[in-house]
């Protein structure tokens, strides 16, 4: 089955710079790469999500790239604010699949230091 | 529109105890799911429902039941609960037409077993 892996598990950044982080998967058919956002004590919501015809997508100041041949996919935040302080999930499943087959990766903390 | 609806959101067991973790979606979604959310964990399948009428078992199964008692409602039951369930259930929701899909998320349950 597929495996996603998160880096990093933690990540501190100063109010206005940028964030990054990177997650890799193992199955080559993975075609969906949606990315959740967690905020303290609520429940994760889809922020932005990319397929594998595309490279790249962009909402503002949040991105999320794709490399196909390598298996990685990063979201990135810009001008970070401290509302972007939670716990982002990276996410993966192969086309076709049922959406019960979704595989998380494990999360990553921001934290945003005003 | 009050989305996907938990009950309860916090509860507290003694081992060996039993409860039912109940969730109900207005979206007139198809496919339910249970996940839990551990520390470092991410966020792992329990059960889901890709329709109304079927069940079938995730990721990490042991200890749990579903029952998809309707198209709206879905819960986990826990007959002999154990300090190794302590955790937070996520119930969710997709409209169930395809695989890569959006999941709406409930606002968790916080369990803990003595």
């Known amino acids: 089955g597929e495996n996603v892996e998160q880096h990093p598990s933690t990540l501190s950044v100063q109010e206005g710079d940028s964030a990054v982080i990177k997650c890799t998967y193992s199955d080559s058919a993975s075609n969906y790469f949606p990315w959740y956002k967690q905020e303290l004590g609520k429940r994760p919501q889809l922020i932005i999500d990319i397929r594998s015809n595309v490279g790249e997508k962009k909402d503002q100041r949040i991105a999320v790239t794709l490399n196909k041949t390598a298996k990685h996919f990063s979201l990135h935040i810009t001008e970070t604010q401290p509302e972007d302080s939670a716990v982002y999930f990276c996410a993966a499943i192969p086309s076709g699949a049922g959406s019960y087959q979704l595989t998380f990766g494990k999360g990553t903390k921001l934290s945003v230091i005003p | ?114």
């Open chain 2, 1 to 114: 529109n009050a989305g996907v609806t938990q009950t309860p959101k916090f509860q507290v067991l003694k081992t060996g105890q039993s409860m039912t973790l109940q969730c109900a979606q207005d979206m007139n979604h198809n496919s339910m799911y249970w996940y839990r959310q551990d520390p470092g964990m991410g966020l792992r399948l329990i059960y889901y429902s890709a329709s109304e009428g079927t069940t079938d078992k995730g990721e990490v199964p042991n200890g749990y039941n579903v029952s998809r008692l309707n198209k709206r409602e879905f819960s986990l039951r826990l007959e002999s609960a154990a300090p190794s369930q302590t955790s937070v259930y996520f119930c969710a929701s997709s409209e169930g037409q395809g695989w890569d899909e959006k999941l709406f998320f409930g606002s968790g349950t916080q369990l803990s077993v003595l």
